[in-house]
């Protein structure tokens, strides 16, 4: 089963309008936590935001924005005011800590390649 | 403030050749990862290092693929005997290994290509 599904290949929008791009997640792990990156076609990846699980709160930086439903298992990211610049691909990941552990190796999801329109 | 810094940014090798690849974390930071990108993918995870210790390999093919991460200078990736289906993107990332958050920060990428 994967860890992480992005179930959106492609996403469309306006300039200046809100895109929100899916995420769900699979962990027995109580103790984890979810990132997004981008990646523009330069190719490097991009640190954008970040939820814990424990984090009360939904996770905001600038006009990132993560809609986390623990229950749901969905961490969805919410970009607001689309500029032509957030034009790149998307991707989820999850860390997981495996109690008594320390390893923080990322699993990621395929991805969304998001495509913002003038 | 210099962020994780790869090279080559761009590596071409013959089939059976050898690629190294190199990492230099951020300063500070004491963790390094090695994920690999291959065409229309997320990225995978391929080994998680410390200074002078693979923490874990779990990712790494058994074959010809090894990782290190001296006490002095950057990690290295390296690839024996390079085939075709090597041909990716590998990405260093980097963490402070202060626990918490953990917020791993990506090096630009080597992009291998296997003739």
């Known amino acids: 089963a994967q860890k992480i599904t992005q179930t959106q290949p492609g996403m469309f929008v306006q300039e200046k309008e809100a895109v929100t791009l899916d995420c769900t997640y699979d962990t027995s792990d109580p103790s984890y936590g979810l990132f997004w990156y981008k990646q523009p076609s330069s190719g490097e990846m991009i640190f954008l935001i970040y939820?814990?699980?424990?984090?009360?709160q939904n996770a905001t930086e600038g006009r990132y924005s993560l809609n986390f439903q623990k229950a749901r298992k969905s961490a969805n990211l919410v970009i607001s005011a689309s500029q032509l610049g957030d034009s790149a691909m998307y991707f989820c990941?999850?860390?997981?800590?495996?109690?008594?552990?320390?390893?923080?190796?990322?699993?990621f999801g395929k991805g969304t390649l998001l495509t913002v329109n003038p | 403030n210099a962020g994780v810094m790869q090279n080559p940014r761009h590596l071409v090798r013959r089939r059976g050749q050898e690629a190294r690849l190199r990492c230099s974390p951020m300063?500070?930071?004491?963790?390094v990862y090695w994920y690999r990108q291959l065409p229309e993918e997320g990225l995978k995870f391929m080994v998680y290092?410390?200074?002078?210790?693979?923490?874990?390999e779990s990712g790494m093919p058994k074959e010809r693929f090894s990782a290190e991460f001296p006490k002095e200078g950057p990690s290295i990736l390296r690839i024996q005997q390079v085939v075709r289906g090597d041909s990716a993107a590998y990405f260093c990332?980097?963490?402070?290994?202060?626990?918490?958050?953990?917020?791993?920060?990506f090096g630009p990428g080597t992009r291998l290509l296997v003739l």
């Open positions: 990941a999850m860390r997981e800590r495996k109690s008594g552990g320390s390893n923080y190796k990322l699993t």
């Open positions: 939820q814990g699980s424990y984090d009360q």
């Open positions: 300063k500070g930071h004491s963790h």
């Open positions: 290092l410390q200074k002078e210790n693979i923490i874990d």
């Open positions: 990332a980097s963490s402070p290994g202060l626990g918490g958050q953990e917020t791993q920060y």
